[in-house]
């Protein structure tokens, strides 16, 4: 049993050095690789520092390029408000001066219909037939009916049958 004993402490033993034969080996290895890990460290840490600053530098440059884009926003709602309102003055007077234009024709209607109520039925025919028919017919629309009968009958009767068509539309 001491023969074992012995024989199995020396066996531990041999296992035991060659263990830390590969422990030394390991601890040799690393501080031979420690530099160069140090190194590859140091290289990643700048390289973060430098991805930092850009990351910084971008957002910079993003929040200058919102606050323009805001500002070329208000001016353009500014121009925007600017060209509504004159577009509204605009529409304005455009109808105002529509309501014009047709109070001038009224006028204008009104004065010719008395010119021809009060002239001759064979004066007045005359003067239509050589007209435009559509001015012809603006101005019998504004005629009394009994004026209009007088003036047909000294029409062309081609002519008066025109003008009635035209008259009924």
Do not use: H, W
């Amino acid at each position: 049993m001491r023969y074992i004993f012995i024989l199995f402490f020396l066996y531990s033993s041999l296992f035991a050095l060659q263990t830390s034969d590969k422990i030394f080996e390991c601890t040799k290895i690393f501080e031979q690789r420690k530099g160069e890990l140090l190194v590859e460290l140091e290289r990643i840490d700048e390289q973060k520092q430098a991805l930092n600053s850009l990351k910084i530098a971008t957002e910079n440059l993003l929040k200058k390029k919102k606050a323009k884009l805001d500002q070329q926003e208000e001016a353009l709602n500014t121009k925007l408000a600017e060209v509504t309102k004159k577009e509204n003055a605009i529409k304005a007077i455009r109808d105002e001066n529509k309501k014009l234009l047709e109070t001038l024709k009224s006028t204008k209607i009104s004065k010719i219909s008395q010119t021809f109520s009060k002239m001759k039925a064979g004066a007045a025919a005359g003067v239509l037939s050589d007209m435009p028919t559509d001015d012809a017919v603006v101005i019998l629309q504004s005629l009394k009916p009994k004026v209009v009968g007088k003036i047909f009958t000294k029409m062309d009767p081609t002519k008066a049958a025109k003008l009635t068509e035209l008259l009924a539309k």
